[in-house]
């Protein structure tokens, strides 16, 4: 059992960091602040501001998508001209 347990924890080391997986860290967190007190609010603290600054790196980069589609195929994107009002 202590080799699966083991084997488990390094593949969600490799996981990637999504939003996901950090609102349901949060949401644990959240528990164990309810639970322990104040020890553990740092690290509950850290996780929003890494929440907050994943979610809106997001946003910029669904921005930056509309904006070039804006601006039509790969090919017209190469000039880069403004796009025809």
């Given at each position: 059992?202590?080799?699966?347990t083991n084997k488990a924890r390094a593949a969600s080391e490799h996981e990637p960091v999504t939003i996901e997986r950090?609102?349901?860290?949060l949401v644990i967190c959240a528990a164990c602040v309810e639970l322990d007190g104040p020890i553990v609010v740092p690290l509950f603290e850290r996780l929003e501001r890494d929440l907050?600054?994943?979610r809106a790196q997001q946003a910029t980069v669904e921005r930056a998508k509309?904006?070039?589609e804006s601006y039509g195929s790969v090919t017209?994107?190469?000039?880069i001209a403004p796009p025809v009002a």
């Open positions: 059992m202590r080799n699966r950090l609102e349901r860290a907050a600054a994943m509309r904006l070039l017209e994107r190469r000039a």
